[in-house]
């Protein structure tokens, strides 16, 4: 599965800008720019938390705003703006990328104890 999305004005939803998100199975590109265009890309293992929200204006015209927050080095904060399908976008990179840390076994588990009392000195 995968997902091309353009980055829309609010006014109408209008996809007038040159900021393009594709959002596949191992990764997620940012390709910006018309003169000068920039491609980033960052892989879904490094994706640890997704968040949604949308705005009164971005509601109304059918908009959400994803935001990644990931390992990568150049985008820490992956912010995809102003796009349709927002929330099964969120989703999709959600069980995307929980699987990629799965395959890839780079999975972090918070230890909270066995509660074995061996382990704790008297």
């Not at 900021?19 to 596949?24: D, E, L, P």
């Not at 265009?37 to 968040?51: A, G, I, L």
């Not at 992956?78 to 999709?92: D, P, T, W, Y």
Request: charged residues 30%; glycine residues 6%; aromatic residues 10%.
């Amino acid at each position: 599965m995968e997902f091309t999305e353009r980055k829309r004005w609010l006014f109408l939803g209008l996809p007038f800008t040159f900021t393009k998100y594709m959002i596949r199975e191992d990764m997620i590109t940012v390709d910006t720019g018309l003169l000068k265009t920039v491609e980033n890309d960052c892989y879904m293992y490094k994706v640890q938390d997704v968040q949604h929200s949308a705005t009164l204006a971005e509601k109304m015209f059918g908009l959400g705003t994803v935001i990644c927050f990931t390992g990568d080095t150049t985008h820490p904060q992956l912010v995809l703006e102003h796009i349709r399908n927002s929330k099964v976008i969120k989703e999709f990179i959600l069980k995307e990328s929980e699987e990629a840390r799965l395959k890839r076994r780079t999975v972090n588990m918070l230890d909270i104890g066995s509660g074995d009392l061996e382990d704790v000195e008297e």
